[in-house]
């Protein structure tokens, strides 16, 4: 059975910095493309950033505009695990995160496994 596990989320203050991890179970999905998406209350799920396969050796990624210069996607193979390093953080980063694995693309319907979330608070 695949599991998709994030950690990482909390309550931190504005500028603060976050580290998000998720770990993928059941099987192995270095030649899937890993991302993020973000939902926050009473808004849609949105595109964060996504990481290619071992194919690129993780070497392509593509982040949303409002995340671009402050969070960075990186993973690790041999652990099957994908990490967010979110830098300079805003009360509008808050969020539930959630990690997902398919293709390589920024619409949700692209992925086929999904996280059950992580929730991120950044207060002003």
């Known amino acids: 059975q695949v599991q998709l596990v994030e950690s990482g989320g909390g309550l931190v203050q504005a500028g603060d910095s976050l580290r998000l991890s998720c770990a993928a179970s059941g099987r192995t999905f270095s030649s899937y493309a890993m991302g993020w998406f973000r939902q926050a209350p009473g808004k849609e799920r949105e595109f964060v950033t996504v990481i290619g396969g071992w194919r690129w050796n993780g070497a392509i990624t593509e982040y949303a505009d409002s995340v671009k210069g402050r969070f960075t996607i990186s993973r690790d193979n041999a652990k099957n695990t994908v990490y967010l390093q979110m830098n300079s953080l805003k009360p509008e980063d808050t969020a539930v995160y959630y990690c997902?694995?398919?293709?390589?693309?920024?619409?949700?319907?692209?992925?086929?496994?999904w996280g059950q979330g992580t929730q991120v608070t950044v207060s002003s």
């Open positions: 997902a694995v398919g293709r390589y693309a920024t619409r949700s319907n692209a992925y086929d496994y």
